[in-house]
């Protein structure tokens, strides 16, 4: 039996001969004959399949999406394979375990899975219970802290984290040691669990294609770790395409700036970090010519030539799909210039500003889509915009129109101000739904509407291109307790 290596050519029987005598009386034919050659058949195509532990299928989960396209008209059903160690191979009706690579062409009515598994293959691994790298259904990425051996200090130096996977398991080979090590983990010598020296974090049931930096940043993004990290996993990364980064500590760092740079295929980057030196990132932005999807979070851009520099290399971002705009008085005070440098973004697909406009901004943001911009927008976020009043939501509903693929206006505010709408508002808001064609969303929290204005709401959605689809999101959502006068 073969469970690491090349799987052995024995022949197999899938088929129960004890029944066969009386099934050809029945239908007078020679079904063991016709048996026979179906077994050799199928004895062929084993022949030429790849043999071998196959640790792309280590996961349950995964194993079971490959039964999307089984034939659903069989006896066992893809969950009861998936849990038995087998995923569907494509050849055929044929199924393939992930340890042993038994296969299988036919299902039994019989027998379960899990028992003609043991039958044909006793010694398979998984089966007994060994540790083969097997990712049950539920099982968690995030593992309970361990005590690092020998402590913190001795993991300072990358090659001594290195040094700690000399058993790293076979079937986590697809996860590099090396590049885990740069990321900052241990391995803590239990299964393919890896834990970081700084935050203490653990994680593990590894699978191929895992980036370990960005899954320590995604579980543990409060982690602060040394700043050479990110550049020497960049360094080893000429192909990078999502950089995202959320610990505080490295954005004030300016080689990881330096080194970003190189990186010319980047597709995505965010950044959400509190401490950010937006000027070595703003010098750097134009280079990423590939560049569709940039989030910067809740970034301080602490002046305004920052700021106007940032807006101004907008523009040159050509192929961007998606922009999330942070917050801060830096930016709010070239709102007006961003919008104009996005109107130039003919991909943009999703535009958010979060707590950066007024009522001057917001509107440009209207007469540049009526004079022909955001042609292909999907996504138009304006929630938490504190400064624009309702004249100015009032204003903008009115100008709005030619988003022929706007999906998606979230207008949700959290204001404890100027609660009551007025019902110019909601009329001047009801004729801007009309005039988007494909919306299906509206979000509109924190808008305090009385009866009478969910009337109009309502009676733009039953009219609407999209009113089987269109959907409003409403919720009066305050930040302190309301005195209720009369």
């Not at 199924?95 to 690579?101: A, G, I």
């Not at 990290?229 to 990364?237: A, G, H």
């Not at 509903?397 to 009551?420: G, K, T, V, W």
């Not at 009309?434 to 039953?462: C, G, H, Y």
């Amino acid at each position: 039996m073969a469970t690491h290596g090349e799987a052995s050519e024995e022949r197999i029987s899938e088929i129960d001969y004890e029944f066969l005598p009386e099934l050809s009386a029945l239908l007078g034919v020679d079904a063991v004959q016709f048996a026979k050659s179906l077994e050799e058949e199928d004895h062929q195509e084993r022949v030429k399949m790849k043999k071998g532990f196959n640790s792309h299928m280590r996961s349950e989960a995964k194993r079971l999406k490959t039964f999307v396209t089984y034939d659903t008209f069989r006896s066992w059903t893809p969950q009861e394979m998936a849990a038995a160690g087998f995923y569907f191979t494509g050849v055929k009706l044929g199924v393939q375990c992930f340890c042993c690579s038994l296969i299988l062409f036919g299902t039994s009515l019989r027998k379960t899975p899990v028992e003609n598994h043991r039958r044909l293959r006793p010694g398979c691994e998984f089966l007994l219970g060994k540790d083969v790298g097997n990712i049950g259904k539920y099982d968690i990425r995030v593992k309970s802290p361990e005590k690092l051996r020998g402590g913190k200090a001795r993991y300072q130096e990358e090659e001594a984290r290195l040094e700690s996977f000399e058993n790293w398991p076979f079937y986590a080979h697809g996860t590099s040691p090396r590049v885990l090590s740069a990321a900052g983990f241990v391995f803590t010598g239990k299964r393919d669990t890896v834990q970081c020296f700084s935050c203490g974090g653990c994680l593990g049931n590894w699978e191929e294609g895992d980036d370990p930096w960005k899954e320590h940043a995604k579980w543990f993004p409060n982690s602060e770790y040394p700043s050479s990290f990110p550049v020497k996993l960049i360094q080893n990364s000429p192909n990078l395409q999502v950089f995202y980064l959320k610990c505080d500590f490295f954005l004030n760092c300016e080689s990881l700036m330096t080194v970003l740079a190189s990186c010319k295929k980047l597709r995505e980057i965010e950044f959400s970090g509190r401490c950010f030196e937006a000027m070595p990132f703003v010098t750097i932005l134009p280079n990423f010519v590939a560049l569709k999807i940039l989030k910067l979070g809740s970034q301080q851009f602490p002046d305004k030539e920052t700021s106007e520099k940032f807006a101004q290399a907008l523009g040159s971002l050509r192929n961007l799909e998606e922009l999330l705009l942070p917050s801060g008085d830096g930016i709010h005070h070239v709102a007006k210039l961003i919008v104009r440098q996005c109107l130039q973004l003919r991909c943009l697909r999703v535009l958010a500003f979060h707590y950066t406009l007024d009522d001057d901004s917001v509107m440009e943001i209207a007469k540049g889509a009526t004079s022909g911009g955001f042609q292909k927008l999907e996504t138009l976020d304006l929630s938490m915009n504190h400064k624009i009043t309702e004249e100015g939501y009032r204003h903008f509903f009115q100008a709005l129109d030619n988003l022929p693929n706007l999906q998606m206006l979230n207008i949700s505010r959290h204001l404890p101000e100027s609660i009551q709408v007025q019902a110019t508002t909601v009329k001047a808001l009801g004729q801007c739904v009309s005039r988007l064609p494909s919306l299906t969303i509206l979000q509109m929290f924190s808008w305090l509407l009385d009866e009478e204005d969910m009337k109009v709401i309502n009676a733009v959605k039953e009219r609407h291109p999209q009113s089987r689809r269109l959907t409003v999101f409403w919720k009066w959502i305050v930040p302190f307790s309301p005195v209720i006068q009369k």
